[in-house]
């Protein structure tokens, strides 16, 4: 029997962060395009300042992000990626004062992993972070022996930059004799060194669907007045400690104090309802909103959906209980984003966050809408 090659699997060995794994599925050569993210170790905003009004479209005054010379030089080292792999087409870049997000659209198949390509364009990025004088290259001295002649002296390990999804740390020299314990000296770097300016790995997602790179581009394109508007209201956008629900806690993002509305209705659709059926609920639950009532769901089925989404066009707030908890570094989905920012939004989070598949969905959706009820009814 043919053995399958598993080789490209190395790629996502070992215990990373959910967010930052590969798609065992994917051997990241193929032709294709992804959007990367790549944050600042510390999230310290070395990139640019973001500047403008969140309330102006187009002009000086719209919101974007004045680049830092570190910035500019990552905005090059980005589109420098096509003249080392003409395979690859840099399509866009979104720099921000702590992250960046960028699509690169694989045209034909590469030789090397994805993984190679960032890794690169980390080593150049690190290249000029040392030119600007951000970091240092600093190295074990060697501390003198106890003779009378002097010891020779310890040759400075060289600094080596590519070494896939793992930073780059000097390498012993070897020796006959066993060399003295080298005395540290202190750390010279501005910034920390764990990542030498990155966070080690990065996130992808895969183009997989039709309209999905559109809404990639959009979300880009937002990007720095979405920031602007969760610097305004963060009350409405930070993780809260968890919150007392129901006899347990929670945590939460949004406006906690939409569970204390004295009518508060539940959403719960099936599969299996018709388009008619749904509009029918739909339009109940309109005229419920209008009236004052908050709409509580996990927002699962597709009609559940569907009616959270037109109760939050129509400025009708929304409680939400979510399926897989709350992401490192959460953000509202589009549609929650504008509810969230006007105090029109409560996420909550019964389960801790859960990237994988889940094993038991059936049981946990059918959990989920119990919470639902339990909170309409004020228990």
């Excluded at 680049?67 to 720099?95: D, M, N």
């Excluded at 040759?155 to 930073?167: C, G, L, N």
């Excluded at 501005?190 to 183009?207: A, Q, T, V």
């Amino acid at each position: 029997m043919e053995q399958k090659d598993n080789s490209h699997k190395a790629w996502a060995q070992g215990k990373k962060p959910s967010m930052k794994r590969r798609n065992e599925e994917r051997d990241y050569t193929e032709r294709g395009l992804y959007m990367l993210t790549l944050v600042i170790e510390g999230r310290q905003p070395l990139l640019g300042k973001l500047e403008g009004n969140a309330a102006v479209n187009e002009g000086p005054d719209s919101p974007h992000v004045v680049l830092s010379p570190f910035g500019e030089r990552v905005k090059t080292c980005w589109q420098a990626i096509s003249q080392h792999y003409p395979q690859i087409e840099t399509v866009k870049l979104c720099i921000m004062p702590d992250h960046i997000h960028g699509i690169l659209f694989v045209r034909t198949k590469i030789e090397k992993h994805l993984g190679h390509v960032i890794n690169g364009f980390k080593a150049g990025t690190r290249k000029a972070a040392r030119e600007l004088g951000m970091i240092a290259e600093a190295v074990p001295q060697p501390t003198k022996l106890p003779q009378k002649q002097p010891a020779p002296p310890v040759e400075a390990a060289p600094f080596v930059e590519a070494v896939p999804y793992a930073e780059a740390v000097p390498q012993p020299t070897k020796r006959q004799q066993p060399a003295p314990k080298a005395t540290p000296q202190p750390n010279k770097s501005k910034h920390p060194s764990h990542g030498l300016i990155w966070e080690p790995n990065y996130n992808d997602r895969i183009l997989l669907r039709k309209g999905q790179l559109k809404r990639w581009l959009a979300y880009l394109d937002d990007n720095p007045r979405r920031l602007i508007v969760r610097r305004q209201h963060p009350e409405y956008f930070t993780l809260l400690k968890p919150i007392p629900v129901l006899g347990t806690t929670m945590p939460a993002v949004g406006n906690v104090f939409l569970l204390q509305r004295p009518l508060k209705l539940q959403v719960q659709c099936s599969r299996h309802l018709y388009p008619h059926e749904i509009e029918q609920q739909k339009q109940r639950f309109l005229e419920a909103g209008q009236r004052g009532a908050v709409i509580v769901s996990p927002c699962i089925s597709p009609g559940e959906q569907q009616i959270a989404t037109a109760c939050l066009e129509a400025g009708i707030p929304l409680i939400v209980l979510l399926l897989k908890g709350f992401a490192p570094y959460f953000k509202p989905q589009r549609r929650y984003f504008q509810a969230c920012a006007e105090g029109r939004l409560l996420m909550l989070a019964p389960y801790p966050f859960q990237n994988e598949k889940l094993t038991d969905m059936r049981l946990r959706c059918l959990h989920l809408n119990d919470l639902a009820a339990h909170i309409c009814q004020g228990e």
